[in-house]
């Protein structure tokens, strides 16, 4: 991997497919009506902060490095709508692997390639089900739900 493939990694790949990723959790929250959604890109100090219609966004200085959304609505979720809410970060992850593959066979080139690999691990990672850090994976999420009784 040449210097300018690693900086494309670091500074367009992995913001761009958390975002991707993380925007799939939005668009969920906001398919079961909640209220307030909080959705943070990177780690560190706070650089940027903006609301929309009920969306706070949060870039952090380390952008390149991960993302989070949470929501809360006055009405508690479903059980179905915390599986969607869940379900969609990885789902959307996994659709922006088959776009950027789709591109790829038409025009070819290692950027892409980088996008489409990138994206489905983020896919493929956060549909396993662990806890890291404390933190539960999507797919641990989804579990933790279907096994409430």
Known sequence: ???YTFL???????PAGTTVHELGHVLGAK?????????????G????????????MT?????FIGGLT??????????????????LGPFSSFLAAVLCYALYTV???NYLMLLLLFNLWVAVVNI??????????????ILSVIRQK
């Open 59 to 63: 870039m952090r200085i380390l952008f």
């Open 128 to 141: 396993i089900p662990f806890r890291f850090k404390g933190k539960p994976s999507d797919g641990y999420t």
């Open 107 to 109: 025009y070819p080139n």
């Open 45 to 56: 100090t706070t650089v940027y902060r903006t609301k929309w219609k009920h969306i706070h």
């Open 1 to 3: 991997m040449d210097i």
């Open 31 to 43: 398919s079961v009506e909640a209220d307030q959604v909080f959705l943070s890109i990177g780690a």
């Open 70 to 87: 949470s929501s809360k609505r006055k009405v508690p979720y479903q059980r179905h709508e915390q599986i969607r809410i869940a379900a």
């Open 8 to 14: 494309f990694l670091i500074f367009v790949v992995a």
